[in-house]
């Protein structure tokens, strides 16, 4: 069995929650990082916080008025509504498109998390909110 090297005097201190996130995205075929950037809304986030406890609040409602029996709930809304939530949790990018600078606005998010052609991008994004390194650094006193 492998032995794993503790690390002597860890100070909870030294790392912060952050508020955004800033991934990059990676190389779909060589999983090389790219000089691309998504900046995402933490769980902390108010606007992210805000869309979490309304599908919460949303799924107890629906729970409670089908008797506790589950939810039965179409593919395709499911879908959309997870666009909502990507379209919400995103904050900025450094994207370039066709050779030139992809603006971002909600709108574009939209399109580009849609795009059949882009779904590489959407299951990175979806990975990237689940990861809680992209959220957190290095406080000033480390």
Request: no cysteine.
């Amino acid at each position: 069995m492998k032995q794993t090297q503790l690390v002597n005097d860890f100070d909870i201190d030294d790392f912060e929650d952050l508020e955004i996130g800033v991934f990059t995205l990676v190389n779909p075929q060589t999983s090389e990082p790219t000089s691309s950037t998504i900046t995402l809304a933490s769980k902390e986030h108010p606007a992210r916080k805000k869309i979490d406890l309304q599908k919460t609040r949303k799924l107890r409602s629906a729970f409670l008025r089908s008797g506790g029996k589950g939810l039965n709930t179409d593919p395709l809304d499911d879908i959309e509504e997870e666009t909502d939530y990507l379209v919400g949790v995103t904050l900025g990018w450094n994207l370039t498109k066709g050779g030139k600078s992809l603006e971002f606005t909600a709108q574009a998010a939209r399109e580009l998390y849609i795009d059949p052609k882009k779904q590489w991008i959407r299951a990175q994004v979806l990975d990237a909110l689940n990861k809680n390194e992209v959220f957190i650094k290095a406080s000033a006193k480390a």
